[in-house]
Structures are given as C-alpha cells and as structure tokens.
C-alpha cells in the first residue's frame, strides 16, 4: 500500500508517518520504480503501537525505547518496567500539577465580580501574579508553570526530541 493508504488504515496523517520514519520508529519502506513508499501490514501493526504509546502521553524516546525491546523480545522485561515506572511516576506528577493549577483557576474565578473589564477581578489577579512571579524568579524546573505536555525525563538520560512533532499527536 502507499503511504496515502496507510495514512487512511492507520488514521493518521503522511507527513506524521514521513516524520515517524525520520525518527527511525517506523522502519524504512520499500520503493517502487517510480520511488513511492510500499507499504505493508507490519507497518500498520508497528503504526498502531506508536499511536497507542502516544495515546498514553509517551515521549518518542520511551516509544523509541519501547520498539528496540520489542524487537529483541528475548531481553529483560525489567528494563520495560523501569521505563514504565518512570512513566506512571511522570504521570503522577502532572496529576498533582494539574490539579494545583485547577485549584489556582478556580480562585482566580472567584474573583470576579461581574463588572466590567475596566474592574475585572481575574484580570487584576492574573496581573498581580505575573508580577509577583517575575520578582521571584522560580526555576524553570519547577511548579506546572513550567511544565511542558510530553516531556519528562529518560530511562538512561534526558528526552531526545522534546516532546514535539510536526504534525497532528498520533
């Protein structure tokens, strides 16, 4: 199949497919006389697994991680579990951010008095906040102030692609 019927099988769009390639977590496809991509069923079953570990808000570094021990299936699984681990840990932790930074929301809302812009309560908190914060520097390590969606650290070292890619999250 060519990577248009791919894109359609696996429900995801060819310049993230391109993308996934560039990455080396889908491997290369083979070429027709005219160069097109030919494209088969290992490659829907490999794109499935890519879009599922996506779904679970994994980097492509743990993906990456991930697709070298399911391709060498006689190795450990304690490493799968450490990388796993690490991830739930991550997971763990943006709960507790996302629910301090609803908790900031909802005391941000509560400050509105329905009047006017000119006297808006939230619009005043938001200013007050963002200048207390640029006073007090914080590390930009810390708080969900700083957080950026997908990334978080490696098994083995820090993330390769931070967090990103081009297209629509498969």
Same mark, same amino acid.
């Given at each position: 199949? /060519?990577?248009?019927? +791919? !894109?359609?099988?696996?429900? @995801? &769009?060819?310049? @993230? ?15 027709? %006389? ?10 829907? #079953? ?18 990456? @991680? $991930?697709?070298?021990? *399911? %391709? ?25 951010? $996302?629910? =301090? $930074?609803? *908790?900031? $929301? *909802?005391?941000?809302?509560? &400050? ?10 939230? +619009?005043?908190?938001?200013?007050? !906040?963002? +200048?207390? &914060? ?11 102030? !700083?957080?950026?969606?997908? @990334? ?6 820090? =993330? /390769?692609?931070?967090?990103? #890619?081009?297209?629509? *999250?498969?």
């Amino acid at each position: 199949m /060519k990577i248009g019927e +791919l !894109a359609k099988t696996a429900q @995801t &769009q060819t310049e @993230t497919i391109r993308y996934y390639e560039r990455e080396g977590l889908l491997p290369e496809a083979a070429r027709t %006389d005219a160069n097109y991509r030919i494209y088969d069923e290992s490659h829907v #079953q490999r794109l499935a697994f890519i879009r599922h570990c996506r779904s679970l808000d994994m980097t492509l570094a743990e993906i990456r @991680t $991930l697709l070298e021990f *399911k %391709d060498a299936p006689a190795g450990s699984c304690a490493d799968v579990n450490t990388l796993l681990d690490e991830h739930i840990s991550h997971v763990a932790t943006r709960i507790r951010e $996302l629910k =301090a $930074l609803e *908790k900031d $929301l *909802k005391l941000l809302r509560e &400050q509105c008095a329905s009047g006017g812009a000119g006297d808006c309560g939230i +619009l005043s908190g938001l200013e007050k !906040a963002a +200048l207390q &914060q640029s006073r007090h520097r914080t590390p930009v390590s810390k708080g969900h102030a !700083a957080h950026i969606h997908g @990334t978080h650290p490696q098994v083995g070292g820090p =993330a /390769k692609e931070g967090g990103t #890619q081009p297209a629509k *999250k498969a």
